[in-house]
Structure formats: C-alpha cells, structure tokens
C-alpha cells in the first residue's frame, strides 16, 4: 500500500494511492500522524473497503510530507563506504546519528530555499524508514520490521559550512526552513524489499548520485535496533538512513546548490521528488 497527503500547505488530506488515483480516506482517519497511527489508523484503513471514497489523479493537487509534523527526524551519518571516502572521514565502527529539527520537513515537490549568506548547500539522496509503532530498547535487529510502517524518499539537504566548521554538532547545517522534502509517498513495508534499491540525484539534468540499498554499511534492521536504544521511536519517526557517494561536498572543488537549479531525487520501487531551489534573498525581495 501507498499513503500519501495531499493539498495545498497546511491543509493536507491523508489518501491512498492506488496506480495514478488518490483516494481520499479522510472520512476514516483525521491524517497521517503520529497521533492517528498510534490509534490504529493504518490497520483501519487496510481493513476498510475503500471502493465508495472519493477519487482524483494523483497529479491533480500538490503532495505534502506524508506524514503530518513527524516528532522527530533521526539522520544516520557516513553509511555507504564510498561516501565515507569521498568526505575523508574513517569508518564508523557504531552508526553516526544526529537529529534534524522535524520541523524542516516539506512537501516531495516544494521549494528548497537556500539559507542567507549559503554558500555550500549540498542534496544528499536518502532512503528514508518511517516508524509504525513504538519502538524502545529492541532485543534485535530482527525484531525492527515489526516496528516500521514503510519507506519513502528523503532529500537531506544539508549546509556544508554550518555543520563542518562552526562547530558542534551537525544539526547546525541540516535543520535551515525546507531543508528535508519528503516523500511522495510511503510505501508500506509489506511490499518492497528495501535492502536492494537503486537510489539516485540529479542536479539540473546531470546525474550526482548513482547507488544502491545494498552497499548501506549498517542495514536498516540495524538501524531502527539501534536508535531503539537510545530513543523511543514513535509512529511516524522519520529515520534518514544515510546518503551515497557523488555529493557536492565530494567533488574537488566541491560543487553545491545555488538558487534556479532543479534537484530530482528518486528511488526505485517509491518514486522520484523534485524540488527547485530557490535563493532566501528572492524570498524577500521577490
Ligand atoms: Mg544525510
């Protein structure tokens, strides 16, 4: 199953996707978010019989994040070996993780607005795991399927400047305003297999990222039983499970994002989002 939202900004409606139609299930769920899946609402809406709700085409209305203000966006760092090298990091011996503020979490196809004075925003295509039930202090890693919903597409934009070199932690450089496109939609982790994925950027027409699920240094059991030992995970948790080589921060000199370019991210298996970016001071002065 796929669920998605859809609508204009802040008044998203939570529907299915069945091929190219949307239905509407918001007569059966309030939306999808961490308080309705807690009340059962993916189990509601597989169970119901959902030939009499409303339809429309998917493309017909813009797609919101697909779920509603997740609690928390967790990051896994330096999880492909070839990424790790083109960073001239060493290899994490435990997952890296660090938190993104949930609040920089928009729509698949939204604007990515470059912050003042940026001059190294950098894409990172991700496949991304979304909680379905709480998740605290799992046994092992064979337990974490259980405990995730499904998967969709994560575009971890992140600020090279502010989360390198002005110290601390890297949250600095990955929580700017829209910073974190999402989706279009999550596919439920009963119908595709997520350890064998092409994932892929492109950047104006040119292809960046080019890799697979299957070269990810800590597998996604892994991860979700790891950060269950740290943190509770709550239904729809979004969990960044790492980006591959051909960021912009690997080239020599690097190349990063300015504002008129166009970021395509996708996913073999989910889909494809595509987000232009957009300089902070055009916002102002339009
Ligand atoms: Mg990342």
Redesign the pocket.
């Given at each position: 199953m796929r669920i998605a939202r859809m609508g204009a900004i802040g008044s998203e409606r939570p529907v299915v996707i069945e091929g190219d139609e949307a239905i509407f299930v918001d007569s059966l769920i309030k939306d999808w978010s961490r308080q309705e899946l807690e009340q059962g609402a993916f189990d509601r809406i597989k169970k119901a019989n959902l030939s009499t709700l409303p339809r429309t085409p998917v493309n017909s209305y813009r797609l919101g994040s697909p779920i509603n203000r997740p609690t928390k966006v967790i990051?896994?760092?330096l999880n492909y070996l070839k990424h790790i090298a083109e960073t001239g990091a060493e290899t994490p011996k435990e997952p890296v993780i660090f938190m993104k503020a949930p609040d920089c979490v928009v729509g698949p196809d939204d604007d990515i607005v470059i912050p003042p004075g940026s001059t190294a925003t950098d894409y990172?295509v991700?496949l991304a795991i979304v909680i379905g039930k709480r998740a605290l202090y799992l046994e092992n890693p064979e337990q974490s399927p259980d405990y995730i919903l499904g998967y969709t597409i994560s575009q971890?934009v992140?600020e090279r400047h502010w989360q390198i070199e002005r110290s601390g932690q890297w949250v600095k450089g990955k929580s700017f305003p829209t910073f974190n496109p999402i989706g279009p939609s999550i596919v439920t982790g009963d119908s595709i297999n997520p350890h064998n994925l092409r994932l892929w950027c492109e950047v104006d027409g040119v292809i960046k990222q080019d890799s697979n699920t299957d070269d990810l240094l800590f597998g996604i059991n892994h991860i979700v039983w790891y950060i269950s030992q740290f943190m509770e995970l709550f239904p729809g948790d979004i969990i960044?499970t790492?980006?591959p080589f051909g960021v912009g921060l690997g080239f020599k000199p690097p190349v990063y994002l300015h504002g008129g370019q166009v970021v395509r991210t996708g996913i073999e298996g989910i889909g494809e989002i595509t987000s232009k970016t957009i300089d902070h001071k055009h916002l102002l002065n339009p």
């Open positions: 990051c896994v760092g990172e991700e971890d992140s960044n790492g980006t």
